[in-house]
């Protein structure tokens, strides 16, 4: 199995089927993933998959695109779920929300060893139809 199917599949299951030790198998020791939010380690990660998995039922994760270059990964995946428990301080909507985004995985001898990922929660906020994003700017009065 090549490195893409490796890493692919083990980031697939871990995200869609909550199967956490999928992922913990094929990542190094220091693993760092980094997002808006800052640089988070594994067991971030690991809660991040449970909450979402908590917070949304029928949750599915398609991998759109996937390609590897020089030790990169890059993964373009989509989400989906309904929104039936509480998520990012947001009661449950019973909606079915779609939000779309990339990570590019660094790999070194078989293992992860970081992750950067871009997405815009505002896409989430708005599938579950919550409008307020707190101060906007460049707004019209």
Do not use: C
């Amino acid at each position: 199995m090549s490195m893409l199917q490796r890493i692919t599949d083990a980031w697939a299951r871990a995200w869609g089927d909550g199967d956490t030790a999928a992922f913990e198998a094929i990542v190094a020791d220091g693993y760092r993933r980094t997002s808006k939010t800052g640089v988070e380690g594994l067991p971030d990660v690991l809660r991040q998959i449970q909450e979402s998995h908590d917070a949304f039922s029928e949750f599915t994760v398609s991998v759109l695109q996937a390609v590897e270059d020089s030790g990169l990964i890059a993964i373009h995946w989509q989400t989906t779920g309904t929104h039936t428990g509480t998520f990012m301080g947001v009661p449950p909507t019973h909606r079915t929300v779609t939000v779309s985004g990339a990570s590019f995985l660094r790999h070194e001898d078989g293992r992860i060893t970081e992750e950067s990922v871009v997405w815009d929660p505002r896409e989430l906020l708005s599938s579950m139809n919550i409008w307020h994003l707190g101060n906007q700017v460049g707004t019209a009065s």
